[in-house]
Structure formats: C-alpha cells, structure tokens
C-alpha cells in the first residue's frame, strides 16, 4: 500500500521504525494474521452473507437483511421485492473495497435517486445485480450473490464531519482486545465514500473514550474536513462503551484473533457491526499517529488473556488510552 510505504520511508532507520511500534505488513501477516486466524475459519469472514448470519445467530446487532438474490433465475423477481423499500443498498457478498456497492436514498417516480443525487431505471439496478452475481466485483471473480440491506440512516452527531456517505468505525481487535481505533469519514474528493485510498478523512480515537486524537487525508494531517470546514478537536463518538463491548464479542463470534471489525452508528438502532475483516490494512495506524505493535505485544505477554469481554474492554481502556487532539 502507498500510504503505508510513504508512512514508513518518514522514518529514517529500521530502528526507529521499531521504536515507534510500527506494524509492518510482513509482521502483521506472519505475526498475526497467519499465526491467529486459522484458514479454515477465514470464509466466515470473507463472505458478508456468512458474516451477517453468524451475528445474528450471536445477538450482535447488524443492518437489517431485506432480501438476497442468489440467481440469475432469481433476477424476475427482484421489482417485487424493491417495491415495498425507499431506500436500500445493494452490495456483492463477496466483494471487496467497497466495490459494487450500490445506495438507494429514495425514490423520484419510476427511478432510483442514488447519495450523489443521480438517478437509476430499474433496468439499471436489474444489471447491476446481474454483473455481481456474475462475480464482476468479487475476489477472483467467483460467482456471487447479491444482498439487499436496509440503508443506515447516520446518527446526526457526525452531520458536521462528513460529506454526503454514511461515516464508520475501523477497530482492531486481538484476541478480543479492542487495541486501536479510528473514523472514517466521507468527502467530496471520496465521492461520499468512507474510503481513505480515495481521499476519505481517517480520525484516530482514543480507546479510553472514543474522542479524537489526530485526523488524516492523503497521509497528510489535517484540523478542518475539506468539505465541512469543521473542526475535529471537538470530536467525540457517543456509544463508544457498547462499540468496545461489540467488537470485543466478534472473537468469540468468529474464532479469529485478529481482526478489522467495521461498525456504524444508525440514529434508530445505535451500533451496528457493518463487517469483520481478517486482514484488516495499516493505516489506522498512520491515523492515530502511533504503531499498534507494542499494544499487541501487550495482550501476547498476558499469562491469563481469556477474560470476560467487561474485563477486556476495561483492560484496552486502561492501557491503550492516547494524548489529547493533535495535528
């Protein structure tokens, strides 16, 4: 990853490099995705159809499922099952990136108003869901299915600190240790996507309390969102202890050690698990300003690390706690 590569080559040594608890992409495959997550339970996670049933299955809250279409031969009746929804996204089980992933924000007539404000035929929607099931967005190209999700509406907490998309968190979990945090905030430059590769903000939280720390664009630190002109220092994400406790609980969901668990907050139903990632990327890292290396090697040299979660999240909160907003 550039972003990555260019965070690295600002440290001048490999010494520093480790002083600054960097994870490198090397380590974190070899360290703790290959030596954590066993391979076997790896598609539970790749497949967000797969994840959203296992969650709700454990009682962990998720977007409500409107529909799946699994067939070609499935396609006919796709009109009816829209019909009784305004607004929904369309998203590639499989996909990756959040490559075909289709919102729906309302309707204007016969067509589909989509976030940007553009609108869709049916036949547009018809095609698309026809080009993910013929594996166009999925890893490898598979066959896939697509899935049909009711939309989030965001809590409006977050109105002043994004443009347009649907703001989520990132969080890294080892062994059900909630370890390092960040938002992910949509801009003009990310055409609404919560996407940093695009020119999305990335916010570093603060474990102990969810309030920022440090906000990013283009690798580069910022105090303003470009679009919103509004300051992040202020910046506080509410639910945080019922996000820790959420994320928290995906490792006994899912087995794996280390994960990238992605959540939302919906203005009705409060914190929803979005998706889990086995190979959840570094950037946050370059967010919060700091290295998650030292925070896992923490949780590693426990002697009794399977506690209840209440305890894991006092835990993360007593000794990953960070400084104050900085740029």
Not at 31 to 60: C, E, F, H, S
Request: glycine letters at 10%.
């Amino acid at each position: 990853m550039e972003v990555i590569r260019r965070f690295i080559d600002s440290f001048a040594k490999p010494g520093q490099l480790r002083e600054a608890g960097i994870l490198s992409m090397n380590s974190r495959n070899l360290d703790y995705v290959i030596k954590y997550n066993p391979r076997r339970l790896l598609p539970q996670v790749d497949n967000k159809l797969t994840t959203k049933q296992m969650a709700q299955q454990a009682g962990v809250a998720v977007p409500e499922l409107l529909g799946v279409v699994s067939y070609q031969s499935e396609i006919k009746n796709l009109s009816q099952l829209l019909a009784a929804h305004e607004h929904f996204v369309i998203k590639p089980a499989q996909g990756s990136g959040g490559k075909g992933i289709l919102v729906i924000t309302g309707r204007d007539g016969d067509r589909y108003v989509k976030a940007s404000g553009d609108t869709l035929e049916f036949e547009d929607i018809n095609r698309h869901v026809s080009n993910i099931l013929g594996g166009l967005y999925s890893l490898g190209g598979k066959s896939d299915v697509a899935m049909i999700e009711g939309l989030i509406q965001a809590d409006p907490v977050f109105n002043d600190y994004s443009f347009e998309g649907v703001p989520d968190i990132r969080m890294i979990v080892f062994r059900g240790f909630p370890v390092m945090a960040m938002l992910r905030l949509a801009t003009r430059a990310s055409d609404g996507k919560a996407n940093l590769h695009q020119g999305a903000v990335g916010v570093g939280l603060d474990i102990a309390t969810g309030k920022s720390l440090r906000a990013v664009q283009f690798d580069s630190p910022i105090k303003l969102h470009p679009d919103t002109r509004h300051s992040f220092e202020s910046l506080q994400v509410p639910h945080w202890d019922r996000l820790l406790e959420l994320t928290a609980a995906c490792y006994g969901m899912t087995g794996l050690g280390y994960l990238g668990v992605d959540m939302v907050l919906d203005k009705h139903l409060g914190p929803l698990i979005l998706e889990l990632n086995a190979r959840p990327g570094l950037a946050i890292q370059i967010a919060n300003g700091c290295g998650i290396h030292p925070r896992l090697q923490k949780i590693e040299a426990m002697p009794d690390w399977n506690i209840p979660i209440p305890e894991r999240v006092i835990f993360s909160k007593q000794h990953f706690t960070s400084q104050h907003f900085s740029s």
